[in-house]
């Protein structure tokens, strides 16, 4: 029997299910909405890198609504798996600021300066 704790493209939706807990969840369809906030965080961060249109406070809401309903430590995981590792510095200064990741992981991954520029603003 495979482990869920493992995420795999075969496994995604499986390991989400383990950790989702949204009490006002009424049926699958809600389920699928918060599973869709991972593509919106991942287009959000993709236009910035394209042509540096950065909309902070929508990526930072999607990010603590995935992060409320699936807990913040298999949040980030899915979140680092879903996300292309090009965009993971954009991904982990959000992930930061929102004291969602701790300092020794993704020690690999540089931080976005222009990113932590606009968030020290908020």
Not at 12 to 31: T, V
Not at 49 to 67: K, Y
Not at 74 to 100: C, G
Request: glycine share 4%.
């Amino acid at each position: 029997m495979k482990s869920f704790d493992e995420i795999t493209e075969g496994t995604f939706e499986l390991f989400a299910a383990k950790y989702y807990s949204n009490p006002r969840c009424l049926d699958i369809s809600e389920f699928h909405e918060d599973l869709a906030r991972f593509k919106y965080v991942k287009r959000l961060l993709r236009r910035y890198q394209q042509n540096g249109n950065l909309q902070e406070r929508l990526i930072l809401n999607h990010i603590t609504i995935i992060s409320n309903v699936f807990g913040i430590g298999p949040a980030s995981r899915m979140l680092f798996f879903k996300i292309e590792e090009e965009l993971w510095p954009a991904l982990k200064t959000f992930l930061v600021y929102l004291n969602y990741l701790p300092e020794s992981e993704k020690i690999e991954v540089p931080l976005d300066q222009t990113i932590i520029k606009v968030l020290r603003n908020l």
